[in-house]
């Protein structure tokens, strides 16, 4: 007994220091035939690293299919027995902590829909104390990263050492492309933030639909994640649960074999990973100017109605004198330089009249 342990121990590690870590399995778990299967023919693919399953599915609605709960767990250690790949399950809570350790489940995850709840994370953390189980947390289903940040420390607090990161995108109202928009800028900062923890991408939660998984994917190792999570089934559109985003086994080698593969010793390639991380941050911040400078034309506006009711010309040449000294001179301070500085003004400028002149002539 000891001595098997000791040995998926050994797997465990192996599997969990692996790059890229590809981990892959169901949705939910179904029937003990499904799951057995899609491992068997998983491990055939020599891809996979290690499986997961849901057990407990917390769902949007009642009345969809829940998971089918603890009595999958021996399933999942004869999927093991018979493929030799650890597991992985979602834990929501202290007592489904216990029962998949009872039934040597060998990582845990947090899903995002737990994440969310201080309360529920702390409840998982301390289930966890005393254990050496490595354990993964998903990000919010909102764009939160403090929060994210606040169940990282949470298990760290309760002395996991291996944790992991899932990036699974973030709700968000009304249809876009994906069915949890990635806001990869926002995954960039947590993997900053924590560059020591084993950072996968859930493509699968991410994208919703098969077509654009392997974009998803590509991207990830791109921008140079560890791993990925992404659900597997053997009759996709059949599956219980998530039937539109899961592919076959056999699928999931195939697009493996696509990636193209961001080596770590090559260093165009590194290059181009670091570039790319970099263009996300110079995309966020360009978001962040526009809509600063969108408020500023909002209050350029007011300053327009305060001029129409007291009847002022609109520019004024002293006024926008002192603008430009004053703003020249904070940007010698911080490297911008005068030309610039009075270029970009002058745009803002323009930009800002206009507004005031729709206000004025209303
Ligand atoms: C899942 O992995 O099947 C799952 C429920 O994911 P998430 O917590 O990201 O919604
Ligand atoms: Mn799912």
Redesign the pocket.
Known sequence: MQTSEQATNETVQQAWGKRPLIISGP?SAETEEQLVATAQRLAATGRVDMLRA?IW??RTKPGMFEGVGAKGLPWLQQAKKLTGLPTTV?VATGKQVQDALTFDVDVLWI???TTVNPFSVQEVADALRGTNVPVMI?NP?NPDLELWAGAVERIARAGVKQIGLIH?GFSSYGNTEFRNAPMWHLAIEMKLKYPHLVFIN?PS?ICGRRDILLDTMQKAIDLDYDGLMI?SHIDPDNAW??AKQQVTPERLAEMLDTIIWRKEDISSEEYHAALEKLRQQINQLDDELMQILSQRMKIAEQIGTYKKENNITILQTNRWNEIIERATAKGDKIGLSKEFITKYFDAVHMESINHQKKVLDS
Request: proline share 6%.
């Open positions: 949705c849901g599915k917390p979602e899903g995002a829909r998903k289903i699974r859930d939660h659900e649960s998530d």
